[in-house]
C-alpha cells in the first residue's frame, strides 16, 4: 500500500544524521540510544504494519529529565521527534519519518505511588495498561480503560490516542481517568498538569491533552482514577436471527434505565472467526451477538439479567448464555478481544474505528456490507454496541496490492459513511496518519484551523509527530 | 449599554466581526446568574445568547441531548425528566449564593464546567459534554466533537472550551450525554463525626464497590447542631436496600447510620450542591479542590489563620466550600498559603468587585502553563474581545 503520503524527509537532516546522534549521545545513557539499523528495525512501525519508516535514531530515556533534555536538543536542531508508547497504534501514530527521532518511554515502567484511600495511582508512561489494574487488583481495585491491546499498550499512548474499551459504555474512556500528567514540552520545560485533585485551576489543559497523539508534547507520568471493582461481573451471550434485532435490543436496554458495564456486538463472520480461535461457547446458529456484562453482587446481577433477559426476549434472542464460572467468563472475553488477533490468523485485515450514532446501525451495517462488497470482499464485523464505536474488519491479502488497495478504499468509504450519518471517524484508536486525509470529511478549514493553532501554542514549527493528524496541505503554524 | 442578541449563529458571527477591528471587548451572556464568577470587567457590550434557544437533537435510546447555548437549564432537565433521563453530573445553581434571578442556561454549564455532588462518581459538566458549535475570535463558526460519545478525531477542544468561562468564544450549541434517572435514592446518614473521621468515613465507602453516587460531611453548626456526613445510593431499589445494608456494616465503626428518603433529604443535597449555606451572607466564598484526604487539613489549617471561617465538604472530601470574611484579601494568601504543600487549588467565587479585581480568583499558573494560557487564548481571541480578563489579566 502506498497510498498515505509521508512528508519528505528534510535531506539536511539526514546529511546531518552522525552530528545528531553524537549530540544525543551527549545527553542519555549509552544503552539509551539505539542508532544500528537492526535495532532501529523493530521501531520502524506499529500495529499499522503496512506503512514503515526507518527512524533517524531512537532514544528511550529513563527519565524525565532525558526526556527533556532530548526534546531540548532536537528543537534545537530542528529535528522531529515521534513519541512512543508500546507501538501498538492501530492508526499509525507511533510511525516515524526518516528524518525524527523516536522518544520511547517504554523503560519508563515504574508504578511510583498507589494512594487507596484518595483512589489514585501514581504511574510512568511506560507503565502497561494491565500492569496498572495488576498492582492494584490485590486490593479489589482496577483502572477502568481497558483497549483490546491492553497487555502491550502503554499509559503514556492510551493517554495520547485517549484510549477506549469494551467498559468505557460505564466508566468512560482515558480522559475521564486521568487526574494529572506530567509533560515535557518541547523547549524541555517540565510541566505538572493537574494531579490527585479533580477539575482544573485553569483552562482544561488536561483534556487538551488526552487525545493530542504525541504533537503538544511527551507525558511522562500520569495520576489515574483507580476504581474499586465490583463484587462480581458476569458476561452473557445473547444471540438474536439478524443485527437488526440486536440493535433494538441495546437500544431498549438503554431505554429501560439499564446501563450494563460493557454491550458488545459481534455479526457472523466474527462470531466464527472468534469461536474458532477462543472456543468460548459462542452460540454458532445466530445473525448476531451481544457480549452484555452486569456486576455487582449474585443477587443484583441476578436480577439486572433478569430484566434484560426479558428485553431482548422482546427482540427475538434465541440464546442466552450465561457464564457458570470465572473460566467461562474469561473465554467470552477473550473470545471478544481477541477478535482482532484471531482474524489475523485467517487472512490479512485493516481495521476501521468509525463511531455512529446506534439509531443508524441498521442502514450503517447493510450499507458497510454493501461497501465491503462492491469491493470484492469480505468485512467481519465487532463493536461498542452501547457506544456505536464500529470495529469492522476489512479481510483481504496483503500479498496482492491490488486487494490491498482496494481494502483501503472500503475502510475510507465506511469511515466517511460514518461521518454522513453524524458519526466521526475515529471512536477510540486515533487518526493517526491512516485518517488523517479524511479529517476535512468531518472539519471543515476554520475547524481545522483553530485546532492547528492551538497545536502551535505548544509547536510553532511542526516538530512534534508531523505526519500525523492533520492533512499534509494547508497546515497553520500560528 | 448595548446587549447584541442573535437569533441564528450567522448574526452571532456578524456581531463579533463588527468588534474585531475596533478591539471593542464583549461580555458574554446567558441567564445572567453567575456574573459573579470571575474577575469583574468593565464592558460596554455584551453578546447574549437569549436569542439561541431550543433542544436541537434529542434520541433517549442513545442517550444524547443538543440544546442552543441559550436554552433554560430547567427545560433540558424537564425535557430529559420526561423521558426518564438525566444530566450525568448534577449542575449547580449559583442563584442561591450570589442571590440572582433569571434561568440559568446550559450553555453556561458548558462553558463553566459546572457540576455538583455526583461528580465524584460520574465525572464533572466537561465529562458528559461531547460536542460544541462556537463563534471564535475571527468570527468564524466552529465545532468540535459531536453527537457520538466516543470520539477522538483530532484535538479534544471540547474540553478546553468547557471551563474557559467564555474567554475563548461565544457557544452556540452544546451536546450532551445523558444518563437514565435511578430508579430509587436513599441517603445514609451518620452524625457527629469530627471533620477527619467524615472525610475517612467518606474515603471508605467511596473505596467500596457500593458505588456512592454523592458523598459530604458538614460540619456541626452549618446546617444543624450536629456535624452530619451523608452518602447517597442511586440504583433499582433491591440494590439501595442490599447495598445500604452493607455499607453500614463496612462503616460499622462510625456508628449506626440514619436512612433518609424524600423531598428533605432532597433539598438537603441541592443546598449542598449550591452551596446553600453560605446564602445571603456578607462572607467570601472559595471553591478548594484537591486531594479528599487533604481536604479537613486544609480547612483546619485554614481555620486556624482566619477565624471565623466555616467550610463543608463535597466530592468525598476533594471539595471543600470555604466561607471567611471578605475583607482585606478575604483570606486569599493565607488559602493559597495552606494549599501549598498539598497541591490542588483555590478558586474565590463570592466576593466583592474590589476584592475580585485585586486577589487572584483563579489559581495563578506555573509560567509555562501561563504562557500556554496565553497563547491559547489568543489562537481563539486574537483581538482580545471575549470576556478578557474574566479569568486572569489579560485572558
Redesign the interface.
Given at each position: 500500500m502506498s497510498a498515505i503520503a509521508f512528508p519528505v524527509p528534510d535531506a539536511g537532516i539526514l546529511a546531518r544524521r552522525e552530528s545528531i546522534v553524537a549530540g544525543l549521545a551527549g545527553l542519555v545513557a549509552p544503552q539509551a540510544l539505539i542508532t544500528s539499523d537492526d535495532e532501529r528495525r523493530p521501531y520502524e512501525t506499529d500495529a499499522l504494519t503496512a506503512y514503515r519508516r526507518m527512524p533517524l535514531a531512537v532514544v528511550l530515556p529513563s527519565t524525565t529529565q532525558e526526556v527533556a533534555a532530548v526534546l531540548r536538543y532536537c528543537r534545537e536542531q530542528g529535528v522531529p521527534v515521534v513519541p512512543r508508547g508500546s507501538g501498538t497504534s492501530l492508526s499509525g501514530g507511533a510511525i516515524p519519518q526518516e528524518d525524527a527521532v523516536v522518544i520511547g518511554v517504554s523503560k519508563m515502567n515504574r508504578i511510583l505511588e498507589i494512594?487507596?484511600?484518595?483512589?489514585?495511582a501514581r504511574v510512568q508512561a511506560g507503565v502497561t495498561n494491565l500492569a496498572v489494574t495488576g498492582a492494584v487488583s490485590a486490593e479489589?481495585?482496577f483502572y477502568a480503560p481497558d483497549p483490546s491491546s491492553q497487555l502491550a499498550c502503554s499509559i503514556g499512548g492510551n493517554i495520547g490516542?485517549?484510549s477506549?474499551g469494551a467498559h468505557?459504555l460505564k466508566y468512560?474512556?482515558t480522559?475521564?481517568n486521568v487526574l494529572g500528567v506530567t509533560l515535557v514540552?518541547l523547549d524541555g520545560?517540565i510541566?505538572?498538569?493537574g494531579?490527585?485533585?479533580?477539575?482544573?485551576?485553569?483552562?482544561?489543559?488536561?483534556?487538551?491533552i488526552?487525545?493530542?497523539e504525541g504533537q503538544l508534547g511527551i507525558v511522562t507520568e500520569a495520576t489515574v482514577r483507580i476504581l474499586?471493582?465490583?463484587?462480581g461481573a458476569r458476561p452473557v451471550l445473547f444471540g438474536f436471527p439478524i443485527s437488526e434485532q440486536a440493535g433494538a435490543a441495546v437500544?431498549?436496554i438503554?431505554?429501560?434505565?439499564?446501563?450494563p458495564v460493557a454491550m458488545e456486538f459481534m455479526d457472523k463472520p466474527a462470531i466464527e472467526i472468534c469461536e474458532a480461535f477462543a472456543k468460548a461457547g459462542y452460540p454458532m446458529d445466530c445473525g448476531a451477538l451481544l457480549i452484555i456484562e452486569v456486576e455487582?453482587?449474585d443477587?443484583?446481577m441476578d436480577?439486572?439479567l433478569a430484566r434484560i433477559v426479558a428485553i431482548a426476549g422482546e427482540h427475538g434472542v434465541t440464546t442466552v448464555k450465561e457464564s457458570k464460572s470465572a473460566m467461562e467468563a474469561a473465554a467470552i472475553w477473550k473470545g471478544r478481544k481477541s477478535a482482532f488477533g484471531a482474524t489475523g490468523r485467517i487472512a490479512d485485515y485493516i481495521c476501521m474505528d468509525g463511531?455512529?450514532?446506534?439509531?443508524q446501525l441498521p442502514y450503517v451495517l447493510r450499507r458497510m456490507d454493501e461497501i465491503v462488497k462492491g469491493y470484492g470482499l469480505r468485512v467481519a464485523n465487532v463493536f461498542?454496541a452501547g457506544?456505536?464505536?464500529l470495529h469492522p474488519l476489512i479481510l483481504y491479502n496483503c500479498n496482492d496490492p491490488v486487494e490491498a488497495q482496494k481494502a483501503e478504499d472500503a475502510g475510507m468509504d465506511i469511515l466517511k459513511l460514518c461521518v454522513e450519518v453524524?458519526?466521526?471517524?475515529?471512536?477510540?484508536?486515533?487518526?493517526g496518519i491512516e485518517?488523517r486525509d479524511l479529517?476535512t470529511f468531518?472539519?471543515n478549514e476554520?475547524?481545522?484551523a483553530?485546532?492547528m493553532?492551538?497545536?502551535?501554542?505548544?509547536d510553532e514549527r511542526w516538530l512534534l509527530n508531523p505526519a500525523k493528524?492533520f492533512p499534509l496541505e494547508g497546515r497553520v503554524a500560528? | 449599554m448595548i446587549i447584541h442578541t442573535p437569533t441564528t449563529e450567522a448574526q452571532a458571527c456578524a456581531v463579533v466581526k463588527s468588534v474585531i477591528d475596533s478591539r471593542v471587548p464583549l461580555a458574554l451572556r446567558g441567564g445572567g446568574t453567575r456574573h459573579g464568577l470571575g474577575r469583574p470587567a468593565q464592558v460596554a457590550s455584551t453578546l447574549s445568547s437569549a436569542g439561541l434557544t431550543g433542544i436541537t437533537l434529542y434520541e433517549p435510546a442513545e442517550m444524547v441531548i443538543a440544546a442552543r447555548a441559550g436554552t433554560p437549564l430547567a427545560l433540558v432537565q424537564e425535557t430529559l425528566a420526561e423521558r426518564g433521563q438525566m444530566l450525568p453530573f448534577e449542575p449547580m445553581d449559583h442563584r442561591a449564593l450570589y442571590g440572582t434571578e433569571g434561568e440559568p442556561t446550559i450553555g453556561a454549564v458548558a462553558a463553566c464546567n459546572i457540576s455538583g455532588p455526583r461528580r465524584i462518581n460520574a465525572g464533572a459538566a466537561r465529562d458528559s459534554l461531547i460536542g460544541i458549535r462556537m463563534v471564535n475570535g475571527r468570527g468564524e463558526m466552529i465545532k468540535s466533537g459531536g453527537r457520538v460519545m466516543k470520539n477522538v478525531t483530532g484535538l479534544d477542544l471540547v474540553k478546553l472550551v468547557s471551563g474557559s468561562h467564555g474567554t475563548l468564544g461565544f457557544l452556540t450549541e452544546v451536546t450532551f450525554r445523558v444518563l437514565p434517572r435511578p430508579a430509587a435514592l436513599a441517603t445514609l446518614q451518620w452524625r457527629g463525626l469530627s471533620d477527619a473521621q467524615g472525610v475517612a468515613l467518606l474515603s471508605k465507602a467511596l473505596g467500596s464497590p457500593f458505588e456512592p453516587m454523592a458523598a459530604a460531611h458538614l460540619p456541626g453548626g452549618l446546617a444543624g447542631e450536629e456535624a452530619v456526613t451523608l452518602l447517597r445510593l442511586e440504583n433499582f431499589p433491591d440494590s439501595i436496600e442490599y447495598r445500604a445494608g452493607e455499607l453500614a456494616l463496612l462503616l460499622g465503626e462510625y456508628g449506626v447510620p440514619d436512612r433518609l428518603e424524600g423531598e428533605g433529604v432532597a433539598a438537603h443535597w441541592r443546598d449542598i450542591r449550591d452551596a446553600a449555606f453560605f446564602a445571603g451572607t456578607g462572607e467570601a466564598v472559595w471553591r478548594l479542590s484537591l486531594k479528599p484526604t487533604d481536604g479537613a487539613k486544609a480547612a483546619a489549617a485554614i481555620g486556624r489563620m482566619l477565624p471565623g471561617a466555616r467550610w463543608f465538604y463535597d466530592w468525598g472530601g476533594g471539595l471543600v466550600w470555604l466561607a471567611v470574611p471578605a475583607d482585606g484579601d478575604a483570606g486569599a494568601a493565607a488559602i493559597r498559603t495552606a494549599l501549598k504543600p498539598l497541591g490542588g487549588h483555590a478558586t474565590l467565587v463570592r466576593a466583592p468587585d474590589a476584592v475580585r479585581a485585586a486577589v487572584d480568583v483563579f489559581q495563578p499558573l506555573a509560567e509555562p502553563l501561563m504562557r500556554v494560557t496565553t497563547g491559547i487564548k489568543k489562537s481563539f481571541d486574537p483581538a482580545g474581545i471575549f470576556e478578557t480578563g474574566r479569568m486572569y489579566a489579560g485572558i
Open positions: 494512594d487507596y484511600a484518595n483512589r489514585v479489589g481495585f490516542m485517549n477506549g468505557c468512560g474512556v480522559t475521564n514540552m520545560s510541566v505538572e498538569i494531579g490527585a485533585h479533580l477539575d482544573s485551576p485553569g483552562y482544561d489543559l488536561l483534556g487538551l488526552n487525545g493530542s474499586r471493582s465490583a463484587e437500544a431498549a438503554i431505554g429501560a434505565g439499564i446501563i455487582g453482587s443477587e443484583e436480577a439486572q463511531t455512529i450514532p446506534t439509531g461498542h457506544d456505536g464505536n453524524g458519526g466521526c471517524l475515529t471512536g477510540e484508536h486515533g487518526v485518517k479529517m468531518q472539519f476554520a475547524d481545522l483553530q485546532q493553532r492551538v497545536r502551535a501554542v505548544f493528524v500560528a | -
